[in-house]
């Protein structure tokens, strides 16, 4: 066995002169839950679909469970689970009838079908629901089956594409709680999302921009290593006018909306707090409080996004 799950070589996709996944190259560990964050756009499904063994790529290199994409991309495809980001399961088809699809793609045989049925059924939350109608369901049920159909045939390593894009929060957490244990059972879960508050679910984290990768490592090492400056926490009324307000100071560095407060970064903690005060105070925004806080990786993400941003486009490294 290799000693990595995933090992990714300067992997690059052009779709014509665009390009949609610019050198990336990472590790991934075995039996850790990975995350690839980006928005739309970014090329996190293109890199998956290269990884799958489905889309050839223009340069680089890949290996998945130690098998070469380029080389040998059936065995990729047999050696791995993938939930594709429109899950697709068949709608008239029964719940059971979609299991026993997938099981039959993998090569399965009726017996180990039937096997994996009940199981697939009680993960899914399922258990009484196989003749039900797939179009019946809702997106949260439809992607934890979504899920058990692509780990029918036990890989050690899976790839979701947006698993949780659409449903409510109680599904998405419910349907962390299943990449969890996964994860827990030894298997190597690649998941991509642009919710970036899942990103703390995450063991690793890289987060791709423009189809180039601009920060990775832990959430832990995210939040320490990529932000030096204090982020403060503003409660204030008004809050889009002291935005505004706060944005053409000198002095705050970065700033940006957490649904009814304000996170500016600033150089100092104290001078920052005194000069928002007053800034405030004198346009007539009452402040409630200012806070030094943790950054969120959302803070980090707009941070490394915003930098960049400021960039100049030709000739830049990498993060
Ligand atoms: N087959 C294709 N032909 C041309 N452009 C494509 C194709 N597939 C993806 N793209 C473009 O590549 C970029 C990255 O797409 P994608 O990997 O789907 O991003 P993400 O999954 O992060 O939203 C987008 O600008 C998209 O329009
Ligand atoms: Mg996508």
Known sequence: MPEHAIEVKS??????????????????????IFGFLGANGAGKSTTIRMLCGLLDPTSGTATVGGYDIRREP?????????????????????VAENIRFFGGA?????????????????????????????????VGWKQRLALGCAILHEPRIVFL??????????????????????SEGG???????HYMDEAEYCNDIRLIHA??????????????????????EVSCDRTVEAMEILQAEPWVLETSIFGLTLHISVAGEEEGTRLVR???????????????????????????????????AAGEGGP
């Open 161 to 182: 594409d947006e698993p949780t894009g659409g449903v409510d929060p109680a599904s998405r957490r419910r349907f962390w709680e299943l990449i969890n244990s996964l």
């Open 211 to 232: 189809g180039r990768i601009v920060a990775g490592g832990s959430p832990q090492e995210l939040k320490t290593r990529y932000i030096k400056n204090p982020i403060l």
């Open 278 to 312: 007053a800034r405030l105070a004198q346009a007539g925004i009452a402040v409630d409080r200012v806070d030094r806080i943790m950054p969120s990786l959302e803070d980090v993400f707009i941070h490394k996004i915003e930098e960049q941003a400021a960039r100049p």
């Open 106 to 138: 993998y090569g399965l045989t009726r017996k180990a079908v039937d096997a994996r049925l009940a199981w697939v059924l009680e993960m899914a939350g399922l258990e009484g629901r196989g003749r039900s109608l797939t179009r019946t369901l809702s």
């Open 74 to 94: 059936e065995r990729v495809k047999r050696a791995i689970g993938y939930m594709s980001q429109r899950f697709s399961l068949y709608e008239d088809l029964s």
């Open 187 to 193: 298997i190597t879960v690649f998941v991509t999302t």
């Open 11 to 32: 992997l690059v996709k052009r779709f014509g002169d665009f390009t949609a996944v610019d050198g990336v190259s990472f590790e991934v560990e075995r039996g850790r």
